[in-house]
């Protein structure tokens, strides 16, 4: 399973960061969110495996942003 963040499109509001802790740390001064470990794969967006054990706070994550700047592929199929 891989996430991805939009970080251009991230409005800071941080729903992310309550649900999936672990996977995401909030830039307050820029008003974004920083996926943990991932790796910019295409300006401004980023991507990362997730954790097995943390397969379900991120969809949780990423159903809670309300601007769709998270998405989550599992077998290249997007299902979140
Ligand atoms: S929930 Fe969405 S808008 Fe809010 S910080 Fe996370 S990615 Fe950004």
Redesign the pocket.
């Known amino acids: 399973m891989r996430i991805r963040?939009d970080r251009d499109t991230?409005?800071?509001?941080?729903?992310?960061v309550a649900e999936w802790d672990d996977g995401?740390e909030a830039d307050e001064d820029a008003g974004k969110?920083d996926l943990v470990e991932s790796e910019e794969i295409d300006p401004g967006i980023f991507e990362r495996d997730v954790p097995e054990d943390a397969e379900l706070d991120a969809k949780f994550a990423a159903r809670?942003?309300?601007?769709e700047?998270?998405a989550i592929r599992d077998d290249g199929e997007q299902i979140v």
């Open positions: 963040l991230c409005i800071g509001m941080f729903q992310c995401f969110v809670s942003c309300p601007v700047a998270l």
